[in-house]
């Protein structure tokens, strides 16, 4: 079996690489390249990885080699083997469930020779497991030693002695030990039939136990049953007693209750009558039933709206009277102001057109004033103010006593302003004198000044306003609406009405407490009725019902937790007495009694036949590590050693010196790496005398001195006439 090449997607800090093999391929890189990683590449591709349980990474191989850098963790490796290529594909997951690996030929075709995930490949490679391989012709660096060999490479030495390849010793002693350990499980947990005859003896012999204390459990469960039941009647007893005696007490108390109660209705009733007889006076002839409140609260909202409608708007037509009358004011001393403007112009005309003629007195006549187009208006809003206050005066006093003293002043005024005035009439003659002229000269100025502002101040107030026309209809409407409900109200007995509110609500009281009452007279009856007792059957004497009903109580929780500890204990007894039954492990023990005899014959027959057959093995063993320790001692020879060594049947070797054997811990490392490395060459070579196997050398010689080191490296060329190896190494002077 020869190894071609190598590719490495990622291992460890190997990624993407592909490495090319030799008869003898010598890797020398510094530390840290992943010699060793790559070493442990060949062995898991043709065994796989492990579990990956360990916790130690050093020691979990799919931890320890998933790749740095992440990505791919697998890669592919080429062999020829039995002059055909081959080539293994494998990839590492989590754990083992997630491994793919494949085996494909020449062609490029799946191969199944090796197993259908080629599980089996390293075993038929090599005809061995992967330990075995670990400990032959893998050299892991620092672990030459090969110690005690192995089962697997035992079972294959000894393969190769027997006859046709086949041994049949060994098939003999494994069957021997799968029929002791089917008997005698060697390791826990696993269990023989005699290790299970032997648990399900112990645990009938608890049973047993626990069916006696079972009985015993029954026995006092029984008596507790009996215990509770006679506990359970005397309760009964005593909460029927109890029962009688708190509902005696119950209907004493009943009779006490209905008789304040009776009183209490009784009050109630009389006062119902007193108060159905005042509203009955209230009311006189109507049926309070019968009474319209819902009309009448009709009425009242739609009069009160309106009510506050006509005070909103005689607020504001007050506030437009009063502007109009000071704006009245205002006319009238502009018309004074030109009266003396006019004057004085005259004045001036008179005395330019002034004659010799002398004056002419006439006698004085009445003159009435022109009526003029404000007149009319001022009387109507002083008479519309006068009434309006007259109209509030009972309800708000204040506006009604302003406006009744506007309109009162307004008629006054008119009152004056159409008096007749005397004036005197003087001739058409021009009479006018320079004193004349000088006393109104000054006036006239005056007067031209005032008029301006006068003019001004009036032009700045609001026009005219007109009466809003719909508030005479709101006020003869509120005057209706006033009129209906006070002669609603009047067929009832109210004293003097300010507020229809108030007369509203009372009236509707008076409804609600009509119906009232008259509902407590009628059920007055019934409820007297209801509340007869006959109280002949009371005893004479009285007790405390709470001290009986505690009593009771405590009576009843002892019914019942003496019912629940009897039906508690009747289970208890009914399970015990059906576990206490041991006839059925009875008859199980003698018969597994009677099967475990038999079977201790039968075991102790299978360890004698093994113990033969080892003894016969080990003398068998004996004849090929002859083979392996001559091979051993000429490799030494080889490499100018002289150290004699000798096989134990385990296969451990040991030096003779002086008739002294001694361990090979003893000596140097040096020495003890170099007589395990020619060991593990001899163990090759008896191993694999046709196909030769691929030989893995992590730096095998990292302990050797020079001399050592140099016939080592000539071993090694030489050797690799006749194995394919694969050499790594850190050091210069120990490559080639």
């Known amino acids: ?74 890669g ?190 009784k009050s109630q009733y009389d006062y119902a009558n007193k108060e159905l007889a005042r509203l009955k006076l209230f009311f006189g002839d109507n049926n309070p039933a019968s009474v319209n409140t819902d009309g009448l609260q009709a009425a009242v909202d739609e009069f009160y709206a309106l009510k506050t409608q006509v005070d909103a708007s005689a607020e504001g037509l007050a506030r437009v009277q009063a502007q109009k009358a000071e704006r009245e004011m205002l006319l009238a001393q502009i018309t004074a102001k030109e009266q003396v403007v006019k004057t004085y112009e005259e004045l001036l005309q008179k005395r330019d057109t002034q004659g010799a003629g002398t004056r002419r007195k006439e006698k004085g006549k009445k003159i009435y004033p022109p009526h003029r187009k404000s007149t009319k208006w001022i009387l109507l809003i002083s008479l519309t103010l006068a009434f309006l206050g007259a109209a509030f005066i009972a309800t708000k006093w204040q506006l009604g006593a302003a406006l009744l003293g506007v309109g009162g002043l307004g008629l006054i005024a008119m009152f004056f302003r159409t008096l007749p005035k005397r004036e005197k009439v003087v001739s058409n003659e021009p009479t006018v004198s320079q004193a004349d002229y000088e006393k109104y000269e000054p006036l006239y100025r005056d007067a031209l000044g005032e008029l301006q502002a006068l003019q001004e101040k009036l032009a700045a107030y609001p026009q005219e306003s007109v009466l809003d026309e719909g508030q005479t209809q709101k006020v003869a409407r509120m005057q209706a609406l006033e009129k209906g409900i006070r002669e609603f109200l009047s067929y009832f007995r109210f004293d003097e009405i300010y507020d229809y509110r108030a007369a509203l609500e009372s009236l509707k009281r008076g409804v609600e407490d009509y119906k009232k009452h008259s509902e407590t007279v009628q059920a007055y009856a019934e409820k007297a009725q209801a509340l007869s007792f006959d109280d002949r059957d009371l005893p004479a004497y009285a007790q405390d019902i709470e001290v009986l009903k505690a009593k009771l109580e405590e009576k009843t929780a002892q019914k019942e937790e003496n019912l629940a500890l009897r039906s508690r204990k009747l289970t208890e007894a009914e399970n015990a007495e059906e576990r206490a039954d041991a006839s059925a492990l009875l008859g199980e023990e003698e018969r597994l009694t009677e099967e475990k005899t038999r079977l201790e014959k039968r ?114 060329k030489k050797l690799s006439q006749k194995y394919q190896i694969v050499y790594l190494t850190c050091k210069t002077e120990r490559a080639f």
């Open 76 to 265: 592919a490796l080429t062999f020829e083997y039995n002059e055909k290529i081959y080539r293994v594909e494998r990839t590492f997951g989590q754990t083992p469930a997630q491994d793919f690996a494949r085996v494909l030929d020449g062609n490029q075709m799946l191969c199944y020779e090796f197993g259908e995930k080629a599980e089996r490949l390293g075993e038929i490679l090599f005809g061995m497991d992967g330990d075995s391989y670990r400990r032959s012709v893998y050299v892991p660096q620092g672990e030459i030693e090969t110690g005690e060999l192995p089962d697997g490479i035992k079972a294959k030495l000894l393969s190769l002695l027997s006859a046709n390849g086949e041994n049949g010793g060994s098939r003999a002693l494994e069957r021997l030990d799968a029929a002791d350990k089917a008997l005698r499980a060697k390791r826990k947990p696993a269990k023989g039939k005699l290790d299970e005859i032997d648990e399900r003896l112990m645990e009938i012999l608890r049973l047993k136990a626990e069916k006696e204390g079972y009985a015993l459990s029954a026995k006092a469960a029984w008596e507790d049953v009996e215990r509770a039941s006679l506990a359970i009647s005397d309760a009964e007893e005593n909460i029927k007693r109890l029962t009688k005696e708190i509902e005696q007490e119950q209907k004493r108390e009943t009779l006490e209750t209905n008789r304040r109660v009776y009183e209490e209705l």
């Open 603 to 716: 075991h102790l027959a299978i360890v004698r036949a093994k113990e033969i057959l080892r003894r016969a093995q080990e003398n068998l063993a004996s004849r090929y590590l002859n083979g392996v320790e001559s091979g051993c001692k000429r490799y030494l020879t080889e490499l100018n050693v002289a150290m004699a060594t000798r096989f134990a049947a385990d296969g451990r070797v040991r030096v003779e010196e002086n008739g002294l054997q001694r361990e090979l811990e003893y000596y140097s490392v040096g020495s003890k790496e170099l007589v395990d490395f020619c060991m593990r060459i001899a163990l090759a070579d008896a191993l694999f005398e046709k196909d030769k196997p691929t030989l893995i050398l992590d730096d095998p010689f990292v302990n050797f001195d020079d001399e050592k080191t140099e016939r080592a490296k000539a071993f090694v």
């Open 1 to 74: 079996m020869r190894i071609l090449s190598c590719y490495i997607a990622g291992f460890g800090k190997l990624v993407n690489k592909r490495i090319e093999l030799k008869d003898l391929t010598v890797i020398k890189q510094d530390n840290g390249w992943g010699k060793t990683t790559f070493a442990d590449f060949i062995r898991c591709m043709f065994f796989g990885l492990d579990g990956g349980r360990k916790k130690e990474i050093a020691e979990n191989d799919r931890a320890h080699y998933r790749p740095w850098s992440g990505g791919t963790f697998g």
